[in-house]
């Protein structure tokens, strides 16, 4: 059985950082093109960034560029989004999904529906 654990968020003052991990369980991350999503209270979800199986590639929200960094532990299976200089306007759940669609180069945010499994979401909120 697949799962996808979020940790990491919390509550921080404007500038700080805060580092979010996706623990994965039956299913190795390697396979798997890896991405961020964020959903703020009354507003679509939003793809924030996303690595590509190789983990060679990777897409960032045009808001976040230069702030959050994603990566990958294949060993640990583990995902992360190291998030620096937070805004008020980061706030929001944060969650992780796994699609199985490979592409060597990712130019823009897959769409949700190419994302099978989702984890249950961290909450990030940023203080001003």
């Known amino acids: 059985q697949v799962h996808l654990v979020e940790s990491g968020g919390g509550l921080v003052q404007a500038g700080g950082p805060l580092r979010l991990s996706c623990q994965a369980s039956?299913?190795?991350?390697?396979?798997?093109?890896m991405a961020w999503f964020r959903q703020a209270p009354g507003e679509e979800l939003e793809g924030v960034s996303c690595?590509?199986?190789?983990?060679?590639?990777?897409y960032y929200l045009d808001s976040v560029k230069g702030r959050f960094t994603i990566s990958r532990d294949n060993v640990k299976n583990t995902l992360y989004l190291k998030m620096n200089s937070l805004k008020p306007e980061d706030t929001a759940k944060y969650y992780c999904?796994?699609?199985?669609?490979?592409?060597?180069?990712?130019?823009?945010?897959?769409?949700?529906?190419?994302?099978?499994?989702w984890g249950q979401g961290t909450q990030v909120t940023v203080s001003s």
């Open positions: 999904a796994a699609s199985h669609t490979r592409s060597l180069t990712i130019t823009k945010m897959p769409p949700t529906d190419e994302f099978t499994y």
């Open positions: 690595i590509s199986w190789l983990g060679t590639s990777t």
């Open positions: 039956g299913l190795p991350l390697d396979d798997y093109t």
